[in-house]
């Protein structure tokens, strides 16, 4: 059997499953147990029965809706790539424009602080593409934090073991910090989402409140955390288009506006504090 035919069979596979892009991935995981990039694999020799073997593996278990990203052991994210896996949330494409809002808005030699970092995705993108800033990111799981110490080792991001929404995380930084950041858990525990979410740990998914469990306390923490003219910016569900803007209003936040993904979707909320709009 040839790459090419042991990747048509696998994407019909995948297909079967409900994978949303099944083609793709059986491409992805060929190259990972090759070696080779997607366009080598068209002409390269045929697998070994040992590649044969781990590929079939692999896709056995991406057609239990096991991310990709935890099957390959990471996860592209801007310009980077990001080491993923179980106890940690798969960074998704739509967090990329957050960081080209929060990219704008960055002075030169800025302070960041990346709430609720998870993986570590928003940090490591801002410090890569932004060296001159100098950028902390806040996550309370341990599992997710250890994932998170090692995305960042080399970047000159800080990662901080705490709880973004305490008090007491980073006041040292209170009044100076000139962005924050943050992809918190904001799903509603009744939402129905992709099987993949599963392998996601639900704290880093789900919350309370109609999903605004963290938000709102956490604007409370990013407006104390924030200078004269600071900027916030923070994902949410699709169902949150109205509720999540008013949450910075009432905290007291202005230019406050609402964001959509490439889809359409509302999908994160940006306000400036202390200044007009």
Known sequence: ?????????????????????????????????????????????????????????????????????????????????????????????????????????LPEGGTVVDACSGSGAIAHAVATERPDARVWAVEADPDAFEWLESNLEGTGAVPVLADAVAASTLNELDGRVDLVTANPPYVPFDIEVAPEVDFDPRGAVYAAEAGLAVIQPLAVRAARWLGPGGWFGFEHDDTHGTVAPEILRVTGFTAVEDHDDLAGRPRFATGRLGLAP
């Open 1 to 105: 059997m040839t790459w090419t035919e042991a990747i048509a069979a696998a994407a019909k596979r995948l297909a079967a499953t409900g994978v949303h892009s099944p083609r793709n991935d059986a491409e992805l995981l060929a190259a990972h147990v090759s070696g080779l990039t997607r366009a080598r694999l068209l002409i390269a020799d045929d697998p070994t029965a040992a590649q044969l073997a781990e590929f079939d593996a692999l896709i056995a278990r991406r057609a239990t809706r096991e991310p990709l990203q935890h099957l390959t052991g990471s996860a592209a994210f801007r310009y980077g790539e990001l080491a993923v896996g179980p106890g940690v949330f798969v960074p998704r494409p739509e967090t990329e424009l957050l960081v080209d809002w929060a990219l704008e808005h």
